[in-house]
């Protein structure tokens, strides 16, 4: 390190090459910008970066070496060098057979986990044939109706060789158990199920509104998965708290980090609340970030991610166990990124994101189809972007050290500058009684909205490039193929509930959804039910609908 001479004679070397050496050129030619930053409101990027810029920097408390604390430089000892990160595309669309077949096609070609896209009614709690699933159907992601479209889907998938990631919110629960239930159908023991639900409600009244209930019954379903899975799915993943979507509504990095450890924070408080050992479940938390397209930014993001989800368990929940103070993620590249115009430019954009992951550490990543613009991604551009995957993975030489960028003078005062404002933000939250009380109150919503109207402005006043967009424009696009659900898909899926409701045993279904509505009623855990009216054969809109009537809709 330096000591206090060798930093005050940089600092004076900096002052002496700014005016003899750079003020003159600029004088002459200019600069491209008068203030660079690295985002809409993000964070000022100076000309050049020395030892002064992270003087203050503590190797030992703030960055720690790679799987000991504050985990800065990552949460295991050995990086990628012991194991790649888990490539999972995202996928699911149209019927449960379309998606399986994907799935194998996925596997075959190399991907190492599976990735569960719902489509919009599956999310909002809604059967393929109910009205407000009308034309839906299929379209952003698969159609889950029951049990039967859940074995459908992993026909032929053994549920103990691969992990699962499934992007379900407020019927997680009903989800959940019919992962369950598939496991227990191909005789795997549950400890050994794998795998991430989202299931994370606070971040869907900021910015996703796939809601159902009111955000205290909601509380009440999330710990109740986390109480259940402590016990009989360890291994699973019960909530993937994410900062991806607040950030493709508009956050800066900031506020995608500071928002997101927010909704952890107050996860946290109500599992303990409710009786919950904080040891017990939150070594089972994961999060979910948003690869964006300022590389350095997003490697300063996740590193202080890391710093300042160990410091918050360590001091705030008196965590013991090391894996309880451990932040560990998925990443999926910007959807908000990708643009209609020059499609093939996607393909760049996303190798950029991908990168900026896996020099920030990530646990697993997603990276989009180049057609995401468009509609669901066609096989092809599916492959392009596994492979992106696998060329970052096997030729770049990103995955050969851990933690590359440490060390930057950039890169540290940026890591720090990103924590610091994170922090100020969740001061702010904490003023105002938490992030539950700052959501109802629309703050969270109103800073989110007003970087997002700030960043359409430089758009349109050109004062912000998007490549093909608003600068380098061409006057004819190539024709596209794009992955279509039509018509007969949605109803060969109607017809597949159809059939299975004619062939349960109705009085069974209905007794499962009635224990289901008295446990809703009182205090007991709610997944032991929901377990058994899916296995009932009970579908996903009858236990919402159900849940609805006893909980109330937002």
């Not at 100076?46 to 504050?70: A, K, M, N, Q």
């Not at 889950?144 to 992993?154: A, N, R, Y």
């Not at 930014?297 to 013991?320: G, I, L, N, S, Y």
């Not at 794009?482 to 060969?492: A, L």
């Amino acid at each position: 390190m330096f000591d206090a001479d060798d930093l005050e004679s940089i600092r004076s070397a900096r002052a002496e090459w700014r005016e003899e050496t750079v003020e003159p050129v600029v004088d002459r030619f200019g600069e491209r910008k008068e203030q660079f930053r690295t985002d809409t409101n993000g964070q000022a990027v100076d000309r050049l970066y020395t030892p002064g810029d992270v003087s203050d920097l503590d190797y030992d408390t703030d960055l720690g070496f790679p799987g000991e604390p504050p985990y800065t430089r990552g949460v295991y000892s050995t990086g990628y060098r012991g194991r790649l990160w888990t490539m999972r595309q995202y996928a699911g669309f149209s019927t449960p057979e379309d998606t399986n077949e994907r799935y194998h096609y996925l596997l075959d070609q190399g991907q190492t986990g599976l990735s569960m896209a719902f489509d919009l009614p599956t999310q909002m709690g809604y059967d393929s044939d109910a009205e407000m699933a009308a034309g839906e159907v299929g379209k952003a992601g698969v159609a889950i109706d029951s049990l039967d479209d859940m074995l459908t889907v992993f026909d032929g998938i053994p549920l103990d060789e691969v992990s699962t990631s499934m992007t379900i919110n407020a019927p997680a629960s009903v989800l959940l158990a019919m992962y369950i239930a598939v496991g227990d159908e191909q005789g795997v023991d549950r400890s050994e199920l794998r795998g991430t639900i989202q299931n994370d409600l606070l971040k869907e009244y900021i910015a996703r509104n796939t809601y159902i209930y009111p955000p205290e019954p909601s509380m009440r379903i999330i710990t109740d998965i986390f109480e259940f899975c402590a016990e009989e799915t360890p291994k699973f993943n019960t909530i993937s708290i994410s900062g991806y979507h607040i950030r493709e509504a508009g956050a800066t990095a900031a506020q995608e980090l500071a928002f997101t450890l927010g909704n952890g924070i107050e996860y946290v408080e109500a599992a303990v609340d409710a009786g919950l050992d904080v040891d017990e479940f939150a070594p089972q938390l994961s999060f979910f970030f948003n690869g964006h397209n300022n590389i350095f930014e997003e490697v300063a993001k996740f590193r202080a991610a890391r710093r300042m989800w160990h410091d918050v368990m360590d001091e705030r929940f008196d965590a013991q166990n090391p894996k309880s103070k451990q932040l560990k993620f998925h990443t999926q590249t910007a959807g908000s990124m990708l643009t209609a115009q020059q499609i093939e430019n996607n393909v760049v954009r996303v190798a950029y994101q991908a990168l900026a992951a896996v020099l920030g550490g990530t646990q697993s990543l997603h990276t989009n189809g180049k057609d995401e613009a468009l509609a669901l991604p066609t096989e092809q551009s599916v492959r392009t972007a596994l492979r992106t995957q696998q060329i970052l993975a096997h030729e770049s030489g990103a995955a050969d050290t851990i933690d590359p960028l440490a060390g930057s003078y950039y890169v540290e005062s940026l890591t720090n500058e990103v924590e610091a404002d994170a922090y100020d933000l969740l001061d702010e939250v904490e003023a105002r009684g938490g992030m539950l009380e700052a959501v109802e109150s629309r703050w969270v919503q109103r800073q989110i909205q007003d970087t997002a109207f700030d960043r359409q402005k430089e758009i349109e006043s050109g004062e912000r490039i998007i490549v093909g967009v608003n600068e380098f424009e061409v006057d004819e696009e190539p024709e596209m193929d794009v992955q279509e659900v039509t018509e007969k898909d949605q109803r060969r899926q109607i017809e597949a509930l159809e059939s299975t409701r004619e062939d349960r045993d109705d009085e069974a279904a209905e007794a499962a959804l009635e224990a289901v509505r008295d446990a809703a009623r009182g205090d007991d855990n709610l997944m032991p039910y929901i377990i058994d009216a899916v296995k009932a054969y009970a579908t996903v809109g009858e236990i919402c609908d159900v849940l609805r009537e006893e909980f109330g809709e937002y």
